[in-house]
């Protein structure tokens, strides 16, 4: 398959764990990263290479993947981490690239 | 590293979008990079278009293949992308991007996007 997807949205209640999940065939064989975009403003990284977090990023985003599904965790979600988020990892033969649809997160 | 688009920001339907990635900080020629475009379109998500790299490429999304053209132009240190017979649809904002090839799966430098509008 040369797809990932992500769900269409979440929601979490502000200070609670929230997971976000991105699968795909091609997981199984290639690292996830993880972007957030906040309205109007361009993408930023919060996790790449499945688990490791950008200088700046808080410690609260958190990366994971098994099998078939790469996961980005946020322990503790701030009114702040309320964007879309988006994985992004390559297709089944290693060539290609794909994004997810994007989960909007929302923060209650 | 400073990655930067240009380009015309209105393009008539059935005309070619041409863009150009310009990069400062890097070398195009060193071998060590991914150099890829990726676009949003309006109220949608990130789309990823294609990529080249000095020793190889391009590799093209599926879904665009057949319009596209990406090149690589190392005496000065940029890199292009050609889309042919616009539509509506393609009128997203483009984005030039990094993925270093030593450690890959991100993107570590990303441009500011510019806003491409096809419309007559």
Redesign the interface.
Known sequence: SSEVTQDPAVSVALGQIVTITCQGDSLRSYYASWYQQKAGQAPVLVIFRKNNRPAGIPDRFSGSGSGNTASLTITGAQAEDEAVYYCYSRDSSGDYRVFGGGTSLTVL | VQLQESGPGLVKPSQTLSLTCSVSGASTSSGGYYW?W?RQRPGK????IG?IYYSGGP?Y??SLESRITISLDTSKNQFSLKLISVTAADTAIY?CARESIA?P???DS?G??TLVTVSS
């Open positions: 890829h990726i998500g990130l789309e990823w990529y590799y999304s599926p984005s450690e799966y991100f993107f990303w500011q996007g």
